[in-house]
């Protein structure tokens, strides 16, 4: 891994770049320097990209906690953010694999190799499982050869939190106040059944303004017949999810399972059912749920901390003792 330079400008709260001129940021394999930060790639949680702005949290030795938001400027957001994930969990995994080597159980350093963003993810004292997730690129990667096609594109929808397949939506809402007129707009990563919500929400508003019916028409159109492309495999799933949204638990659990009828290993399908589940008030089905998402993949966090969540609620202490001895040490995010 070598040295990498980029060029940004810092972004304030409403994410626009401050500053006529751009900064030079240096990456290296140990370090993030900017220009009035200095952190060390292993104490980064991870880095995110949305639209032209990069995060990146972090998170001290000494349980400091920072972040910084900049918008890249030369070097590309996507290729930024895969750098900086690469390079801090590079580092956190040569950690591990040190302590373990101190204390002399070197064989039972085990790790896995993101294929899509290139990141390390240490499995080290970890059951095998069918799936793998990566925490840095949110994608659960079927470790067979009987993937379906198109997993990669499969994450939680930043609005809804469930398991889909979200898309870039903006939404423009024009508007005229008397004689003032302005128009808001926001880019979002959604899943279908969210963005035809939005999509539907714009087109009322702008309904009454002729101006950003076009605009709104084009992105109603693709949220109903451009949004979806699921494979086979996942062919329920936006049916599933709308049920959801619908507070229709039955029908959601009936189309989960026969998602998972076809593909019993998907962590994601089986997440989505316990939040199902647990939102029509079914905690102990919804505990089955999330176990088998974690059995489907040992390292999926978003189900580890649910699970957690509902047995610290109901007082299980037996379960949940066994549940974190078995899953916990996920040590790429740190616990609240
Ligand atoms: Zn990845
Ligand atoms: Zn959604």
Redesign the pocket.
């Known amino acids: 891994m070598e040295e990498f330079k980029f060029k940004y400008k810092y972004v304030n709260d409403q994410g626009q770049p401050e500053g006529l001129f751009s900064k030079t940021a240096v990456l290296t394999p140990e370090m993030l320097l900017l220009d009035v930060e200095r952190v060390s790639t292993i104490d980064i949680i991870a880095a995110d990209g949305h639209q032209h702005n990069v995060v990146v949290a972090w998170q001290t030795p000494n349980r400091a906690k920072g972040h910084v938001a900049f918008r890249v400027t030369r070097g590309g957001v996507k290729n930024v953010v895969r750098r900086i994930?690469s390079y801090c969990s590079h580092q956190k995994a040569k950690r591990r694999y040190s302590q373990l080597q101190e204390d002399g159980k070197a064989d039972q350093y085990r790790d896995w190799h993101?294929p899509?963003?290139?990141?390390v993810i240490d499995l080290s004292g970890r059951e095998q499982s069918p799936q793998i997730w990566?925490p840095?690129?949110d994608?659960l990667v079927t470790q067979s050869s009987d993937a379906p096609r198109d997993e990669a594109t499969y994450h939680t929808c930043d609005q809804c939190g469930l398991y889909a397949q979200p898309k870039t939506f903006t939404t423009l809402y024009i508007y005229f106040l008397l004689v003032v007129w302005g128009f808001q707009y926001e880019t979002r990563r959604m899943c279908n059944v969210c963005m035809r919500r939005e999509a539907w929400k714009m087109l009322a508003f702008n309904f009454l303004f002729v101006v950003g019916l076009v605009p709104s028409i084009v992105q109603l159109m693709r949220s109903y017949f451009g949004g979806s492309k699921l494979s086979g495999a996942f062919r329920e799933l936006d049916s599933a999810n709308a049920a959801v949204h619908k507070h229709n638990y039955p029908a959601a659990s009936e189309l989960y399972f026969r998602i998972l009828e076809k593909q019993p290993s998907q962590a994601g399908v089986h997440y989505n059912h316990g939040l199902a589940l647990l939102e029509g008030g079914d905690i102990e089905h919804a505990v089955e749920a999330f176990s088998a998402s974690l059995s489907a993949c040992v390292n999926y966090e978003p189900s580890y901390v649910a699970l957690e969540r509902i047995l610290s609620n109901t007082g299980d202490e037996a379960r949940l003792d066994r549940i974190r001895q078995r899953y916990d040490g996920i040590d790429y995010v740190p616990s609240e």
Do not use: L
């Open positions: 994930n993101c899509h963003c290139s990141s990566c840095y690129c994608i």
